[in-house]
């Protein structure tokens, strides 16, 4: 009987949802050693930042905050992504940021993929950028965005059959001949695994609106080949293997801010951190509230900078 209450309880606190507040922001911050952040949405819409960000990091950081920022946008490394914050401002070290790019290298390497074996990338240039890190080589991203197929007669599309990892995520040169060269390795290559860095449905890749996320990608390479990928990145709590080995921060004292439910929050929840939606990106409040939503973080507030402003 004691164990049904202690579920009970359990899934009404995850219900529970507050609007942050003078009140409890003070508590937040007294029980956070590490603000774990989202970067679209929440960081910058496109190249625009959203208002307040530089001040609020710079203050969380006087507190003597560990600041961190996990983006499922592969499109960069983080080599890329630490310029990007150096370019709006913001001084951030490529150890602090974990991006699903790097993550699909960190996957390779953790699982002993063999460095004789080639990856085949659908994506863009953060991936091929990760993987020559990591030490593996890889064929496709931007190189093929302007290759062609041509559909006659006794024509046979070749492709290496050395690939043994596909990694699909968000490609804005996505094509048919890419398609068709994933597609054949996974289903042609014994053993050629498939890894998708996320499955986000859209994204802010500009400060005025929403565009095809990494998910549509991924869908298109499910559909063909009939078979779902592993993901490396939010919601998986891959990528939290290496922050706690990094930082040695129990997930007890970090908080996940994002501002999307089925990735950053429940990324947030999947590995026991305290959760923040913030409304400045992609979920709004009719989301949040919605009846069929069952992703509920602790707390949720306009954008970023409200942490300081109700401080």
Sequence with gaps: MDGQ???STTIDDKMSCQPLSHHNTRNLLDSVDAFLFDCDGVIWK??????G????????????????????????SRKQYAKKFLSLGISVSEDEIF???FAAAMYLKVNQFPKEKKVYVIGEEGIGEELEL??????????????????????????????????????????FYKLQYGTLCIRENPGCLFIATNRDAVGHL??????????CMVAAICGTTQKEPIVV????????????????IP????????????????????????????LSGVTNMSDLQDSSNLIRPEYFTNQVSDIIRLL
Excluded at 237 to 246: G, W
């Design 5 to 7: 209450n202690s579920k």
């Design 233 to 248: 990145g939010k919601p998986s709590t891959f990528l939290m293997d290496f922050l706690l080995q990094k930082f040695n």
């Design 99 to 101: 991006s699903s790019s």
């Design 134 to 175: 990591a030490g593996f080589t890889s064929l496709g991203g931007p190189e093929d965005g302007k290759k062609t197929v041509h559909l006659k007669p006794n024509y046979l599309f070749e492709h290496d059959k050395n690939v043994g990892a596909v990694v699909v995520g968000l490609d804005q040169y996505i094509n």
């Design 206 to 215: 500009t400060d005025q609106q929403e565009w095809p996320g990494a998910g």
């Design 46 to 51: 496109g190249d625009a930042l959203i208002d």
């Design 53 to 76: 960000v530089p001040e609020t990091l710079e203050k969380l950081r006087s507190m003597g905050k560990k600041l961190i920022f996990v983006t499922n946008n592969s499109t960069k």
């Design 251 to 278: 997930t007890s004292r970090m908080c996940m801010v994002g501002d999307r439910l089925d990735t950053d929050i429940l990324f947030g929840q999947n590995a026991g951190c305290t959760t923040l939606l913030v």
